[in-house]
């Protein structure tokens, strides 16, 4: 009985042509070849599988008997001998009567939103989450404690297979435990499971995108059974922040400056994600202007890099100017005229320059 299916052996499909298969050869053979990796044991067995496989699936007749006897074929051409038959029936039947199939627990989803606080340093979360945990009082096994299990009489409790098999050497019976349950566990009524609420606790690294996921291998529901845990896939929800929207590594936020900070210059204070800081405004600063921090960004997922704070800075117009201020403000006009407003002053000498035939009548 070959040791292990001649197709994948070759790392080729069911239904390869000879060309393909000659192709998958040559390459393998050539890779494996004893003359290439001397004294490579695991090389020179991969090297026998490669020929017994060829040998076989390159000679039609033969391809056509392995594909109609699958496991059970013998490249001596003899019958199947009684133990490759018992190893065949009992893989066979186990897979028919659903012994162990270890099934993996189910994947689980968190939505998680973080603050872009959060998101600039890197947080441990705790979630709470309903999750099927491994009962404690049977260990998963699903086997009342003390009169729940019984030595395995087909192997002997000793978990290896009655017969001698190559594909696998686990006692099929008991799944290579060495005993079978004769009662079920009184804490999860067999299933080796429980609904319970956890707390488990997920490392968000710094620099998460919204809408990203992570995965915690192993953190979802456990298996019934004894088969694998599943994952948790959290779901990062990265909150609206009041003062900074987000572009790639850059943060952007938009500062009103009084108009006489921008003619005169000033100290502003501007927040940082991590409180905040004064940039020097210098006179004569246009609306509009953009200041960059750099380095006062987010960082990047996984990298090295960190992004910028863009502070746009806008000049706010007064409003609502009491007597006072609007008195103070007619006082100012005389004395800024077009010397002091340049872009204004050329707007205004191109507008005298023209003929006055295109105006509204
Ligand atoms: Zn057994
Ligand atoms: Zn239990």
């Not at 090389?43 to 392995?66: I, N, T």
């Not at 404690?145 to 017969?163: F, L, M, Q, V």
């Not at 800075?313 to 103070?328: G, N, S």
């Amino acid at each position: 009985m070959p040791a292990r299916d001649y197709y994948s052996v070759l790392g080729v499909k069911r239904d390869a042509s000879p060309e393909e298969l000659k192709r998958a050869y040559r390459t393998l053979a050539l890779q494996f070849h004893p003359d290439r990796k001397p004294g490579d044991e695991a090389a020179a067995q991969r090297f026998r599988e490669l020929s017994e496989a060829w040998a076989v699936l390159s000679d039609p007749e033969q391809r056509g008997r392995y594909d109609s006897l699958g496991p059970l074929f013998r490249p001596d051409g003899r019958p199947p001998s009684q133990d490759d038959l018992n190893a065949y029936l009992a893989d066979t039947f186990s897979s028919l009567f659903g012994r162990k199939r270890k099934v993996r627990g189910d994947d689980l989803r968190y939505t998680l939103t973080l603050s872009l606080e959060e998101v600039a340093a890197g947080c441990v979360r705790e979630v709470r989450l309903r999750r099927r945990s491994r009962c404690a009082r049977c260990e998963g096994t699903g086997a009342e404690e003390r009169d729940g299990r019984s030595p395995c009489a087909p192997c002997k409790g000793t978990g290896r297979s009655p017969t001698r098999r190559l594909l696998r050497s686990d006692c099929p019976h008991c799944d290579g435990r060495g005993w079978q349950k004769i009662k079920d566990c009184r804490s999860c009524s067999g299933s080796g499971v429980l609904d319970d609420e956890a707390t488990l606790k997920v490392r968000v690294p710094a620099g998460v995108a919204n809408g990203q996921k992570l995965k915690l291998k192993g953190k979802g529901d456990e298996a019934t059974d004894g088969g694998p845990p599943g994952d948790l896939v959290v779901l990062l929800q990265v909150d609206e922040h009041p003062l900074f929207r987000r572009r790639g590594l850059d943060l952007l936020c938009e500062a009103p400056l009084y108009f006489t900070e921008a003619a005169l210059g000033a100290e502003l204070r501007v927040p940082t994600l991590d409180g905040h800081t004064t940039i020097k405004i210098p006179p004569g600063t246009p609306s509009g202007r953009i200041f960059k921090l750099s380095g006062r960004g987010l960082p990047e997922a996984g990298g090295k890099e960190v992004g910028d704070l863009q502070v746009k800075v806008l000049v706010e117009v007064p409003t609502e100017l009491d007597a006072a201020a609007r008195a103070a403000l007619q006082a100012l006009r005389p004395a800024l005229d077009g010397r002091h407003h340049p872009a204004r002053k050329q707007w205004d000498d191109a507008l005298t320059s023209r003929p006055r035939k295109g105006d509204l009548p």
